[in-house]
T-cell receptor, first 114, second 111 residues
Framework: EPEVTQTPSHQVTQMGQEVILRCVPI?????FYWYRQILGQKVEFLVSFYNNEISEKSEIFDDQFSVERPDGSNFTLKIRSTKLEDSAMYFC????????????FGQGTRLTVV | QKEVEQNSGPLSVPEGAIASLNCTYS??????FFWYRQYSGKSPELIMFIYSNGDKEDGRFTAQLNKASQYVSLLIRDSQPSDSATYLCAVNPNTGNQFYFGTGTSLTVIP
């Protein structure tokens, strides 16, 4: 069964360093998302991406964050200068369409900023 | 602010019983509603989605939607210990393509 894959599964980085989280969405899906979940808290929307551009972003997704689809398969989230409060589980998701279509989540990348 | 509220629980039911999970949402224009299951340390896994008022059944799971009351629920019949997880309600307000999640309800099925 097709699935969203994320790498790495766990990333430890020093405060102020840049990190890139990688995702391979399901191949026939057109909409891609990043969500995060701080330990013990709700899943929060960061950004959605369609047709090679950001279609929607939340207040969390500030100038420190960027997304890119560098080739036909990968979808990346970059955090330019990590802060302690960026420590969270980051989930990539994809869907065929928007709105009514369900999103399928990858297994997540646990980011720990020290 | 579009809110999705869930009773955080924990909810405990004996094996074989019916577990009832509830969710309310604030955006009256919301059109799509999803239930995800999340095991500890794992990613959300889609269980069901519902768009229309009424009930939708899939195996042991039934989703119920009442748009007038802005209420969506998930019933799990014949609960199994493997159903023990956190259940996330997610709502798409139809004004964009993001999902708003509730904080989740922790369910424990006692053997």
């Amino acid at each position: 069964e097709p699935e969203v894959t994320q790498t790495p599964s766990h990333q430890v980085t020093q405060m102020g360093q840049e990190v890139i989280l990688r995702c391979v969405p399901i191949s026939n899906h057109l909409y891609f998302y990043w969500y995060r979940q701080i330990l013990g808290q709700k899943v929060e929307f960061l950004v959605s991406f369609y047709n090679n551009e950001i279609s929607e972003k939340s207040e969390i997704f500030d100038d420190q964050f960027s997304v890119e689809r560098p080739d036909g398969s990968n979808f990346t989230l970059k955090i330019r200068s990590t802060k302690l409060e960026d420590s969270a589980m980051y989930f990539c998701a994809s869907s065929v369409g928007q709105g009514k279509d369900e999103a399928f989540f990858g297994q997540g990348t646990r980011l720990t900023v020290v | 602010q579009k809110e999705v509220e869930q009773n955080s629980g924990p909810l405990s039911v004996p094996e074989g019983a019916i577990a009832s999970l509830n969710c309310t949402y604030s955006d009256r224009g919301s059109q799509s509603f999803f239930w995800y299951r999340q095991y500890s340390g794992k990613s959300p896994e889609l269980i069901m989605f519902i768009y229309s008022n009424g009930d939708k059944e899939d195996g042991r799971f039934t989703a119920q939607l009442n748009k007038a009351s802005q209420y969506v629920s998930l019933l799990i019949r014949d609960s199994q210990p493997s159903d023990s997880a956190t259940y996330l309600c997610a709502v798409n307000p139809n004004t964009g393509n993001q999902f708003y999640f509730g904080t989740g309800t922790s369910l424990t099925v006692i053997p």
